[in-house]
């Protein structure tokens, strides 16, 4: 395949590691853990993976002598800067421990595992994909695992190849399924190890040992650099307001780490909206005071960022997607045999008659949506909700009603433009391809050790990479009740925005400013080579949750 110069220049860069990690290595056992929520039915459910320590890895005097080990890695949900990377590192990882160490891929997601679709990951394979974006090695797939059929099906090709452990990259679903999958397959003592990496654009797999999700970074390189771009064009031309959404499904994260590089005039923030229990109008409202005030002082031009979870967050339309969700869940046979254009007031029929209003106010896109898709893993597809549009429109709506009454005397033209898959597969930024390599490392060292329901782990990134901490934190520690398809599963906890968090706060004193002034900063492309500060600098969120000043 033909190459780009930067490609050439990328696949020689040699990622950099925690010093920890170079070279012989001992695990040490932190204390032991208990999930965040809900311990008594987290244990109950996970008795052989509940409680375990947190390990760290530390440097050693002489390497062990270990033997071969061979490992099957699945890419599972929506792509994310950095795949490739995890892979190498396992890859090199497994490779160094003992070289007749085999990997395996899964292909297209964890359907690889129980279809029996699999390739062995060569030098020359990998050489092809390292430090690329992109899941195009193996692909990825959003298959849920959760039927004891499948992971049996899983243990027969794992015996079959000798595998010794799986590898899981995916988010906080994905990972749920990982910690399932270890707990089954120790229970049934098949010796097949499971561990899992921290993987999604939106950044809501994080905690304390997890500081962040990986191709976060990249993706808000990517977005702040083309709404950077936009808010010189807007300034240029000063003729219209951009609406911008932001992927980032249950989350906003994204969009606020946007906002904080690229300083835009009004920013949605989910969980503010909820917390604040705002309605659609409200939010409408907000917008075009915010417009009026620019267009007072006479710059009709200006710029909003969406998150694209925002529907979800409004408490109103929270209460009837849950609703929504159990009615779906009880009816799922008898909604399946409804035709097509009957299916909307078939869900009418079904409602309380409070949300059954609210369902049929909303503009049809977004009403269907709502009742009518779901992904595997039961979540509303909230990147096909057109929400940039809708509010641009009702914005110019309510505008529109303030100009006969004199109250607004500006000028309101918009664009919109929906940001995500353009951020999902670019090629993975220094801190991205470094931590990506590292946590297959890390990964590679877990499953040496025998350890099972671990998620790898890399701390203290906003230090030089050779000063992160690596080691791994038990699933089950990350785990809480959740109500899912109309029944309470046991599920990772999803990091939300915390309005209380550094990010948010630096945020809040700022907004003011910003919505009133044209005070943008353009970022620009991300940088490959140059100064460390221009070149490995991660993202302001973790910056700022790290008590670092961001002036
Ligand atoms: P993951 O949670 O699997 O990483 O995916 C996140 C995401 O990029 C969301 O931001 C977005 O809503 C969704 O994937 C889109 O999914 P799809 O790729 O299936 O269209």
Same mark, same amino acid.
């Given at each position: 395949?033909?190459?780009?110069?930067?490609?050439?220049?990328?696949?020689?860069?040699?990622?950099?590691?925690?010093?920890?990690?170079?070279?012989?290595?001992?695990?040490?056992?932190?204390?032991?853990?208990?999930?965040?929520?809900?311990?008594?039915?987290?244990?109950?459910?996970?008795?052989?993976?509940?409680?375990?320590?947190?390990?760290?890895?530390?440097?050693?005097?002489?390497?062990?002598?270990?033997?071969?080990?061979?490992?099957?890695?699945?890419?599972?949900?929506?792509?994310?800067?950095?795949?490739?990377?995890?892979?190498?590192?396992?890859?090199?990882?497994?490779?160094?421990?003992?070289?007749?160490?085999?990997?395996?891929?899964?292909?297209?997601?964890?359907?690889?595992?129980?279809?029996?679709?699999?390739?062995?990951?060569?030098?020359?394979?990998?050489?092809?994909?390292?430090?690329?974006?992109?899941?195009?090695?193996?692909?990825?797939?959003?298959?849920?695992?959760?039927?004891?059929?499948?992971?049996?099906?899983?243990?027969?090709?794992?015996?079959?190849?000798?595998?010794?452990?799986?590898?899981?990259?995916?988010?906080?679903?994905?990972?749920?399924?990982?910690?399932?999958?270890?707990?089954?397959?120790?229970?049934?003592?098949?010796?097949?190890?499971?561990?899992?990496?921290?993987?999604?654009?939106?950044?809501? +797999?994080?905690?304390?040992?997890?500081?962040?999700?990986?191709?976060?970074?990249?993706?808000?390189?990517?977005?702040?650099?083309?709404?950077?771009?936009?808010?010189?064009?807007?300034?240029?031309?000063?003729?219209?307001?951009?609406?911008?959404?932001?992927?980032?499904?249950?989350?906003?994260?994204?969009?606020?780490?946007?906002?904080?590089?690229?300083?835009?005039?009004?920013? +949605?923030?989910?969980?503010?909206?909820?917390?604040?229990?705002?309605?659609?109008?409200?939010?409408?409202?907000?917008?075009?005071?915010?417009?009026?005030?620019?267009?007072?002082?006479?710059?009709?031009?200006?710029?909003?960022?969406?998150?694209?979870?925002?529907?979800?967050?409004?408490?109103?339309?929270?209460?009837?997607?849950?609703?929504?969700?159990?009615?779906?869940?009880?009816?799922?046979?008898?909604?399946?045999?409804?035709?097509?254009?009957?299916?909307?007031?078939?869900?009418?029929?079904?409602?309380?008659?409070?949300?059954?209003?609210?369902?049929?106010?909303?503009?049809?896109?977004?009403?269907?949506?709502?009742? +009518?898709?779901?992904?595997?893993?039961?979540?509303?597809?909230?990147?096909?909700?057109?929400?940039?549009?809708?509010?641009?429109?009702?914005?110019?709506?309510?505008?529109?009603?303030?100009?006969?009454?004199?109250?607004?005397?500006?000028?309101?033209?918009?664009?919109?433009?929906?940001?995500?898959?353009?951020?999902?597969?670019?090629?993975?930024?220094?801190?991205?391809?470094?931590?990506?390599?590292?946590?297959?490392?890390?990964?590679?060292?877990?499953?040496?050790?025998?350890?099972?329901?671990?998620?790898?782990?890399?701390?203290?990134?906003?230090?030089?990479?050779?000063?992160?901490?690596?080691?791994?934190?038990?699933?089950?520690?990350?785990?809480?009740?959740?109500?899912?398809?109309?029944?309470?599963?046991?599920?990772?906890?999803?990091?939300?925005?915390? +309005?209380?968090?550094?990010?948010?706060?630096?945020?809040?004193?700022?907004?003011?400013?910003?919505?009133?002034?044209?005070?943008?900063?353009?970022?620009?492309?991300?940088?490959?080579?140059?100064?460390?500060?221009?070149?490995?600098?991660?993202?302001?969120?973790?910056?700022?949750?790290?008590?670092?000043?961001?002036?």
């Amino acid at each position: 395949m033909k190459k780009s110069p930067l490609q050439i220049a990328r696949a020689a860069y040699q990622p950099k590691m925690p010093a920890s990690i170079q070279g012989a290595t001992k695990l040490v056992e932190g204390k032991a853990t208990v999930s965040v929520a809900d311990q008594a039915e987290i244990e109950k459910l996970f008795p052989n993976t509940y409680g375990l320590p947190i390990v760290t890895f530390e440097k050693a005097q002489a390497a062990m002598e270990a033997k071969a080990i061979n490992v099957g890695v699945i890419l599972s949900g929506g792509q994310a800067p950095g795949g490739h990377n995890v892979i190498s590192g396992i890859y090199d990882g497994i490779k160094s421990i003992n070289k007749n160490s085999k990997l395996y891929g899964f292909l297209g997601g964890p359907s690889g595992l129980v279809d029996h679709k699999y390739m062995e990951i060569t030098d020359e394979i990998m050489d092809e994909y390292r430090n690329t974006g992109g899941f195009d090695i193996i692909g990825s797939g959003r298959t849920k695992l959760e039927e004891t059929e499948q992971f049996d099906k899983g243990i027969e090709i794992c015996k079959q190849l000798n595998i010794n452990a799986v590898v899981i990259i995916g988010g906080d679903d994905s990972n749920t399924n990982a910690c399932v999958l270890a707990e089954y397959y120790k229970a049934k003592n098949t010796g097949i190890q499971v561990i899992g990496c921290p993987k999604t654009i939106d950044g809501d +797999l994080k905690n304390e040992m997890i500081e962040t999700s990986f191709g976060f970074d990249t993706a808000t390189k990517v977005y702040a650099e083309v709404i950077g771009n936009i808010e010189r064009d807007a300034n240029s031309a000063k003729k219209y307001w951009h609406f911008i959404k932001l992927m980032g499904r249950s989350a906003s994260h994204v969009t606020l780490e946007a906002a904080l590089k690229t300083q835009p005039n009004i920013t +949605l923030i989910g969980e503010e909206v909820e917390a604040k229990n705002q309605t659609l109008d409200d939010v409408v409202t907000y917008i075009a005071n915010a417009v009026k005030a620019r267009a007072d002082k006479g710059l009709n031009f200006g710029i909003v960022l969406v998150p694209e979870g925002l529907i979800e967050f409004i408490p109103a339309i929270k209460k009837l997607i849950a609703e929504l969700n159990d009615m779906l869940a009880a009816n799922q046979a008898e909604f399946d045999t409804i035709a097509a254009d009957e299916k909307i007031n078939y869900v009418v029929s079904k409602l309380s008659a409070e949300n059954a209003a609210l369902f049929k106010s909303l503009p049809a896109s977004v009403s269907t949506q709502l009742a +009518l898709e779901r992904d595997p893993h039961g979540n509303v597809q909230v990147s096909l909700i057109e929400t940039e549009q809708l509010l641009a429109e009702m914005v110019a709506k309510k505008l529109a009603a303030w100009k006969k009454e004199g109250k607004f005397n500006g000028k309101f033209a918009t664009q919109h433009h929906f940001f995500g898959y353009e951020g999902r597969c670019a090629a993975p930024s220094n801190f991205d391809a470094d931590y990506c390599y590292s946590l297959g490392r890390v990964a590679a060292l877990l499953i040496s050790s025998g350890k099972t329901g671990y998620m790898s782990s890399v701390r203290n990134t906003t230090e030089p990479a050779d000063k992160w901490l690596a080691g791994g934190i038990p699933i089950t520690a990350m785990m809480n009740m959740e109500k899912r398809n109309g029944k309470m599963k046991p599920v990772i906890q999803k990091a939300l925005v915390k +309005l209380d968090g550094a990010p948010f706060q630096y945020f809040c004193s700022k907004r003011e400013e910003w919505a009133i002034e044209t005070a943008y900063v353009y970022p620009g492309p991300i940088q490959y080579f140059g100064p460390a500060e221009v070149a490995d600098i991660t993202t302001l969120t973790i910056q700022l949750e790290h008590g670092k000043k961001v002036e």
